[in-house]
């Protein structure tokens, strides 16, 4: 069965300094994995995906993403954070077998950066 | 280009009634999906379609019905409203199924039943 956990529901973070948001998987063959950004009162939006090849994999907003098979996790970075990137961020897994309405979706972990 | 289009944004019902929670695409993407976000526990797919005609279920239908007439549009409806049904509501759609593609999202639909 596939799952994903954000061990975190809350981060905090001062404005300029490195953030993290984590996310681990599992999921029965190769994974698609995902993260979006949910502003207040907005949908989700698309902030990056890893495909293949380069463990590192860079997005939208100078955000990144490393994706570690070993230890099944595909956190969420920015090496310096803004005051803007306050919002709820979800990791997504699927088996890349499978279609997208099998995509599972984290609990969300809301990121709070002080000024 | 709008993108995912929902509406309404906001709606209170009280138990019993029914209502319809419309979406519609302006991308030509096949797959469309219904999702509800509920506090801390991520979203969790209703309906999912992936053409014109062609619906299936996802994780959480019951007390929900979907039709698809036409690409654009996947309207999720409610029959006899339930307080367990208050959620925010997603519609999403996407290029392809397969691959690596992601989904757009729409604003989202806050509904409250009480």
């Known amino acids: 069965a596939q799952s994903v956990a954000q061990p975190e529901d809350q981060v905090n973070v001062a404005e300029g300094n490195p953030l993290t948001v984590k996310c681990t998987y599992s999921v029965s063959g190769n994974p698609y994995l995902f993260w979006y950004v949910q502003y207040p009162n907005r949908g989700l939006q698309f902030l990056l995906k890893y495909i293949t090849g380069d463990n590192l994999v860079k997005g939208s907003y100078g955000f990144e993403a490393e994706f570690n098979k070993s230890q099944t996790s595909f956190h969420l970075k920015k090496p310096s954070a803004l005051v803007s990137d306050s919002a709820l961020y979800f990791c997504?897994?699927?088996?890349?077998?499978?279609?997208?309405?099998?995509?599972?979706f984290g609990a969300g972990t809301r990121l709070f950066v002080k000024a | 280009n709008a993108g995912v289009t929902q509406t309404p944004k906001f709606r209170i019902l009280k138990i019993g009634q029914s209502m319809t929670l419309q979406c519609t695409q302006d991308m030509n993407h096949n797959y469309m999906y219904w999702y509800r976000q509920d506090p801390g526990m991520g979203l969790k797919l209703i309906y999912y379609s992936v053409g014109a005609g062609i619906t299936d279920k996802g994780e959480v239908p019951n007390g929900y019905n979907v039709s698809r007439s036409t690409t654009e549009d996947f309207p999720l409806r409610l029959e006899l409203a339930a307080p367990s049904q208050t959620s925010v509501y997603f519609c999403?759609?996407?290029?392809?199924?397969?691959?690596?593609?992601?989904?757009?999202f729409g604003q989202g639909t806050r509904l409250t039943v009480v």
């Open positions: 999403a759609s996407s290029y392809s199924d397969r691959g690596i593609t992601e989904a757009f």
């Open positions: 997504a897994v699927r088996d890349r077998n499978t279609g997208g309405f099998k995509t599972i």
